[in-house]
C-alpha cells in the first residue's frame, strides 16, 4: 500500500449519485467513518441543494463504512488505487438514521428473514454508453467490441480485481451501447456493486479519454439503457426455493406470491427505479423495456421476465430460475431498488397473494379488455405520474420515513422544473451530462 493510499467513504444519494469523503486509509478508523451532513440528502441531480428539502445548515451525521463492502479498485490506466468503502448514514451516536438508503436496503433484508425465512439473492444488469463521434458498428458484433479495446478487456480485469465477480461484457443493440453483468449475490451485495460498477466504468471510460452514460436515453430517438435487476429466492441454509416444477412457469408459490407484490405495488415503485423524466421516454412499446406491469414467459418487454434456465448437460434448473425486474434505470438509487422489490414481494407473501397470471407473448396482442380483466395496469408514462401513483400507494409511502418522503420529493419536483419549457433531446443530453 502506497503511503497516502486513500479511502473513499461513500453513501449513493437518493438521485443515485455517489457522494462521500476520502481519507488517507491508513488513518480511518472504520467503527467511526467519517463526518456527514443531512442537507446533502437534499442535493439534487443537477448539482443544487433544493427549495423544500427537510434539513438545511444545522445538524451532524456519521458515515460509518461496512467493512464487508471494502474494495480496491487498481488498474485504471493514470489512476492510484483507490478504497472504496460503502457507508451506512448513521446519528453521531452510530444510531440508525431513518433517510439512509442502505439502510433501508438491510431493513428490508433483515425483516424478509425475519418475517419469511427468506433471502433474496441477484444481481444488476447494466446498459452503458459510450459518448463520442466513432462510426456505428454493427450491433452485437465482435468488431464493435473490438472497437472499445482495450477499455473491455481492462474493465473486466479491473472489475474482477475488486470482487465485483463480471460474467458477460459486450456490444449492445444501441449505437456505442455496451452491457456488463456480473455474478448473483445477496441482495446487499448485489446492489453494492451496482453502486461501484457505474463509476468504476466511468472513471475507467475517462481515463482512457472517453465518457461513459448510463442515462436511460441519449436522444429521444436512440436505444435505451436498462438497469435489469435478477432475483430469486433462497432459504436461511441458502438453498434456492424459486423452483417448483409442478407450477406455471416452474415458480414455486412463494416466489409466485413474492412476484405478485412487486406487479400489486409497480406503479408507486416507479417513482424510484425509473426516477427521473427520461427514465419515461425509455419506457415505452417495442423498445424491449416494459410499459404495463405483468409476468412474462421469457418475454423482454415484460416488466418481470421469468428467465429461462440452462439445462445443457442435465444442469439443475432449481438454483437458476429467477424473475427480471426491467422497469427500472440507473437513475434509480440501486439500494433502494433492490429494498422496494423486496419490500414489495414481503407484502405480497403477507397477503398471500396468487402469483401474477404468467403472460405468454407479447403484450400488444392483448386486447384492452383481457388486459383489464387479468388486472394487468399501464405503468407510469411520466415520472408525475410515477410520483403520483406514489402518494396515492400509503403501503409503500408507509415504508419510508416521512422526512426521507419530503425530500425525494422535493429533489424530483426540483428535477421537473428545471426541464420545463426543454424538449425531449435536451431533456436527454441534460440527463447524459449527470449519469
Ligand atoms: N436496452 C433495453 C432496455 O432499455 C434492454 C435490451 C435487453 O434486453 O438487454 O432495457
Ligand atoms: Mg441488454
Known amino acids: ?93 452510530g444510531g440508525e438514521w431513518e433517510c439512509c438508503p442502505r439502510t433501508f436496503l438491510r431493513r428490508a433484508v433483515r425483516e ?49 480485481g475488486a470482487g465485483l465477480q463480471p460474467e458477460n461484457w459486450l ?35 475517462h481515463a482512457r479519454g472517453q465518457q461513459a452514460t448510463f442515462a436511460p436515453l441519449l436522444d429521444p430517438e436512440a436505444v435505451g439503457n436498462g438497469v435489469h435487476v435478477h432475483f430469486s429466492l433462497r432459504d436461511t441454509a441458502d438453498q434456492p426455493v424459486t423452483f417448483d416444477a409442478g407450477r406455471p412457469g416452474r415458480l414455486s408459490a412463494v416466489a409466485g406470491s413474492f412476484a405478485a407484490g412487486i406487479v400489486r405495488h409497480a406503479r408507486a415503485l416507479l417513482a424510484f427505479t425509473a426516477a427521473s423524466e427520461v427514465s419515461y421516454l425509455r419506457l415505452a412499446p417495442h423498445r424491449w423495456s416494459a410499459t404495463h406491469a405483468f409476468l412474462g414467459r421469457h418475454n423482454r418487454e415484460a416488466m418481470l421476465r421469468l428467465c429461462p434456465t440452462v439445462e445443457i448437460g442435465g444442469r439443475d434448473p432449481a438454483d437458476q430460475l429467477n424473475l427480471e425486474f426491467r422497469a427500472g434505470d440507473a437513475t434509480g438509487n440501486p439500494w433502494l431498488v433492490m429494498g422496494l422489490l423486496i419490500r414489495a414481494g414481503l407484502e405480497g407473501l403477507r397477503a398471500k397473494l396468487e402469483p401474477p397470471a404468467l403472460v405468454d407473448g407479447p403484450i400488444e396482442a392483448m ?69
Not at 113 to 141: I, N
Not at 172 to 189: N, S
Request: proline share 6%; charged share 25%; glycine share 8%.
Open 112 to 160: 424478509l428473514e425475519e418475517e419469511a425465512g427468506l433471502r433474496v439473492f441477484g444481481a444488476f444488469e447494466h446498459e452503458f454508453m459510450l459518448a463520442g463521434d466513432a462510426p456505428a458498428e454493427p450491433p452485437m458484433s465482435l468488431q464493435a467490441m473490438l472497437r472499445t479495446e482495450p477499455l473491455g478487456t481492462e474493465l473486466v480485469g479491473i472489475l474482477a
Open 171 to 205: 456490444a449492445e443493440y444501441g449505437v456505442h451501447q455496451c452491457e456488463i453483468t456480473v455474478a448473483a449475490a445477496d441482495a446487499l451485495t448485489a446492489a453494492d456493486r451496482a453502486v461501484l460498477l457505474r463509476d468504476i466504468v466511468r472513471n475507467l471510460a
Open 367 to 435: 386486447p384492452a379488455k383481457e388486459l383489464r380483466r387479468a388486472g394487468i395496469l399501464r405503468l407510469p408514462a411520466t415520472l408525475a405520474e410515477a410520483l403520483a401513483a406514489l402518494e396515492e400507494d400509503k403501503t409503500v409511502t408507509g415504508w419510508f420515513s416521512p422526512e426521507l418522503l419530503q425530500v425525494y420529493r422535493a429533489l424530483k419536483q426540483d428535477e421537473l422544473r428545471r426541464l420545463e419549457g426543454l424538449d425531449d433531446a435536451a431533456k436527454c443530453l441534460r440527463y447524459a451530462g449527470v449519469y
Open 1 to 93: 500500500m502506497a503511503e497516502h493510499e486513500l479511502a473513499f467513504l461513500a453513501t449513493n444519494d437518493l438521485c443515485a449519485i455517489t457522494r462521500g469523503r476520502a481519507m488517507p486509509l491508513a488513518r480511518l478508523d472504520p467503527e467511526i467513518g467519517c463526518g456527514w451532513v443531512p442537507a446533502n440528502l437534499g442535493v439534487g441531480a443537477f448539482g443544487t441543494i433544493v427549495e423544500g428539502s427537510p434539513f438545511d445548515a444545522t445538524g451532524d451525521l456519521r458515515l460509518v463504512p461496512d467493512r464487508r463492502s471494502a474494495t480496491r479498485i487498481d488498474g485504471i490506466p493514470g489512476r492510484p488505487p483507490l478504497t472504496v468503502m460503502l457507508a451506512d448514514i448513521t446519528q453521531t451516536d
